[in-house]
């Protein structure tokens, strides 16, 4: 696709639903056939007997087994790849080097198609190859760093790949090359204002932004308003988990109210948690999703335990694809730093590593100024030694562990023994007192 008209797609962006849902069944079938050839999928689906002609209707996906983050860990890391390796041009890796982490794994099709779906998105809400398009999201691993880096070039934005953190220099960018549209976690956003503010300058009149993509973590849209306000540039949620590509899932409209899912790619279910049977639109529930356009490693009703709903009616826009609200909230105990997905277990891991250290810890996630931050409590068994030097010797190792697993740097601090808050004799794990405007 070169042509610009051509990222905004009529025929599939308003597709009548009827219609949808057929490219979603047949999309489905093949996606079955493909899947078959990875390990995993051909285990499970010749035991619960399931060919691409268990789907007849879109309804019938739910004859299909989930899959969770388990099945990609215990298959790590190549066992739900379903095709050759030779067809395999990338791959995307979750954090975690004390478990296994999840690995997703792309032919060059799949990356295709994933930088035309971020274009698509990027050209709804005005984006066009006359902008300067600045990514503040970290690369690498990270979705959201290579995920916009192909789908503004796709595009045709002149592209800044200034990668995350060091505020000053974004700005000097922003400014030096007239960015128009910036992508950024929305706590940062704050922090980047912060620092604009520190220099004496204003961002609606000292720099040319007028689109912010903002995501990777729950914010309201008290929050968005806000980022909008101080930023004099329209802000719109982007959804995307990397099990899924990354960003690109879901994305606001111009009307800025509910996020479409881009269903010729995805088929997005929203169930009871504990039932696990469909709720009705309107309802919130626990969103399972299945990729219909991937050959590498398609994943078949992936159980994201992010709670969102699908907001009834229709959009104003003319879109037909399904629009998902604001999301509230996972069913797992997972937090989100700075864009950076942290399970407590990962934590207790590698305190465990230290004899020193009890297994009672409580991490308090806080606000400073307009940064985001990690205390870590930890309670010192016996003192092996009290002089200070050592003492802080184990923290900065501890600290460099910490950093090593969860990618972000925590405060650590020694206390006593018994004296973290317990709640039924258990140590309480988490307080999150940040400010969310
Ligand atoms: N995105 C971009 N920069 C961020 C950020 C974020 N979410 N959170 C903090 N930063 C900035 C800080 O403001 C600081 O720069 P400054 O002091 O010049 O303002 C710098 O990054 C370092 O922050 P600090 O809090 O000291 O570091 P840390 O070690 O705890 O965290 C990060 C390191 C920020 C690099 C890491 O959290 C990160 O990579 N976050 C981005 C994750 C991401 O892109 N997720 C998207 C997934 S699709
Ligand atoms: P990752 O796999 O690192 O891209 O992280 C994906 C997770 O980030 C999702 O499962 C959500 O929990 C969260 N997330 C991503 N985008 C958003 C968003 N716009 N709003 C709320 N949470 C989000
Ligand atoms: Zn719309």
């Known amino acids: 696709m070169n042509n610009q008209e051509e990222y905004y797609q009529p025929e599939i962006e308003t597709m009548p639903r009827k219609e949808l849902e057929q490219l979603q069944v047949q999309r489905l079938k093949k996606t079955i056939e493909i899947a078959m050839q990875s390990p995993f999928y051909a285990k499970l689906y010749k035991e619960k007997g399931i060919t691409p002609n268990t789907i007849k209707t879109i309804n019938d996906i739910s004859k299909l087994p989930f899959t969770t983050k388990e099945d990609l860990r215990n298959n790590y890391p190549f066992g739900l790849v379903a095709t050759d390796m030779k067809n395999l041009v990338r791959l995307h890796s979750s954090s975690g080097t004390t478990g296994n982490p999840t690995v997703i794994v792309h032919t060059q099709k799949d990356l295709d198609n994933w930088a035309n779906r971020i274009a698509r998105c990027m050209y709804m809400v005005g984006v066009r190859n006359t902008d300067v398009f600045q990514n503040s999201s970290g690369y690498g691993m990270f979705t959201g760093g290579l995920g916009f880096q192909y789908g503004a070039e796709r595009l045709g934005c002149l ?49 040319k932004l007028r689109t912010l993509f903002i995501g990777a973590e729950p914010h309201s849209d008290e929050q968005r308003k806000r980022i909008e306000e101080k930023f004099g540039a329209k802000a719109y949620n982007s959804f995307g988990m990397s099990e899924m590509s990354g960003p690109g899932v879901a994305f606001e409209c111009k009307q800025q109210n509910g996020m479409h899912v881009w269903e010729d ?52 826009c003319g879109r037909t694809h399904k629009r998902l609200d604001r999301f509230r909230g996972r069913t797992d105990d997972m937090l989100i730093l700075k864009g950076v997905n942290i399970f407590p277990m990962q934590i207790e891991k590698i305190l465990m ?49 910490l950093k090593d697993e969860i990618l972000i740097t925590p405060k650590v601090k020694f206390v006593e023994k018994g004296s973290l808050p317990r709640s039924d004799g258990k140590a309480v794990r988490v307080k999150d007192l940040r400010q969310k405007f």
Do not use: W
């Open 159 to 207: 592209t800044v790949p200034a990668a995350a953190g060091n505020s000053l220099r974004q700005i000097k960018f922003i400014r030096d090359f007239g960015t128009t549209a910036l992508h950024a976690i929305p706590s940062y956003m704050s922090r980047l204002y912060e620092v604009f503010v520190e220099q004496g300058l204003d961002p609606q009149k000292d720099t």
């Open 265 to 316: 790619s995805f088929i997005v279910e929203i169930l009871n948690p504990e039932t696990l049977q469909p709720v009705p639109d309107g309802e919130y529930g626990e969103m399972v999703i299945t990729s219909i356009d991937r050959d590498g490693m398609p994943l078949i009703r992936y159980r994201s335990r992010d709670l969102t709903r699908v907001i009834p009616g229709e959009c104003p």
């Open 353 to 401: 590593n230290y004899t020193q250290l009890s297994s009672d810890f409580l991490i308090t996630l806080f606000t400073t100024g307009e940064n985001d931050e990690m205390t870590i409590e930890v309670e010192i068994n016996e003192l092996i030694s009290d002089r200070y030097e050592d003492l802080e010797k184990l923290n900065k190792a501890v600290t460099r562990a």
